[in-house]
């Protein structure tokens, strides 16, 4: 028996078991999620972002609680960028590019979102 009527065998005999088919879900299951938690991950940056352009005044604990999940979960790069953006560094890049940065991370560097389509609302000033 030569190596590909072999495989073809091995190839039918899982087919037929339905392990081939359960091997496939799982690996779909573990995608499926694996890509769900990315994407829990993306949104602490947003809702840090939110809160800390709460006016008048942030939950200063929240704030913490999120910047350090984010410190722990993501690239060093967004999280050195994440930190010059809230500490208002000189350097830093606006919070929407912040955002962007984030998809690119949540999208594989794939995103064609720029900042300038980062919609944000700012509170009217009262006079």
Do not use: C
């Amino acid at each position: 028996m030569d190596w590909l009527t072999f495989w073809s065998q091995v190839a039918a005999a899982i087919v037929g078991s339905g392990l081939a088919t359960g091997i496939i879900v799982a690996w779909f299951n573990a995608k499926i999620e694996a890509d769900r938690k990315r994407r829990e991950k993306v949104e602490l940056i947003a809702e840090f972002l939110s809160e800390w352009l709460k006016q008048p005044e942030p939950d200063y604990t929240r704030l913490n609680k999120l910047a350090f999940a984010i410190s722990l979960w993501f690239p060093s790069k967004l999280v050195i960028e994440f930190a010059k953006t809230t500490t208002w560094d000189s350097t830093a890049k606006h919070y929407t590019e912040l955002i962007v940065e984030a998809r690119n991370f949540l999208h594989n560097n794939k995103d064609k979102i720029i900042a300038d389509n980062v919609v944000h609302f700012k509170p009217k000033k009262t006079s």
